[in-house]
Nanobody, 122 residues
Framework: QVQLVESGGGLVQAGGSLRLSCAAL????????MGWFRQAPGKEREFVGC????????YYVDSIKGRFTISTDNAKNTVYLQMNSLKPADSGVYYC???????????????WGQGTQVTVSS
């Protein structure tokens, strides 16, 4: 069983930064791709970006390009989401998820974390 555990959420002012972590626990983690999604109250869960842990390739949605960076520390089985220049619109619950391919649709991701709350105040 693979368990994904997010951490690092919190309350931050607009323009500030946060770094989220997603640790993969359990048996050898074979999914090469880790994605980040977010969900604001009353809205659908949306794709933020993903990373291929083998070749370190990344993909981001346009709304966060240049502000967010996904990285991986494979020795620690941990993926990070560095979020800079945060806006109130970035608020929501952030989830990490694991998949075989870096795609933007939720159903491609097999394993999910429990989520961590990010709140950006204006």
């Amino acid at each position: 069983q693979v368990q994904l555990v997010e951490s690092g959420g919190g309350l931050v002012q607009a323009g500030g930064s946060l770094r989220l972590s997603c640790a993969a626990l359990g048996r050898t983690f074979s999914r090469n791709v880790m994605g980040w999604f977010r969900q604001a109250p009353g809205k659908e869960r949306e794709f933020v970006g993903c990373i291929n842990r083998s070749d370190y390739g990344t993909y981001y949605v346009d709304s966060i390009k240049g502000r967010f960076t996904i990285s991986t520390d494979n020795a620690k089985n941990t993926v990070y989401l560095q979020m800079n220049s945060l806006k109130p619109a970035d608020s929501g619950v952030y989830y990490c998820a694991a998949a075989l391919r870096c795609l933007t649709t939720r159903h491609e991701y097999e394993y999910w974390g429990q989520g961590t709350q990010v709140t950006v105040s204006s």
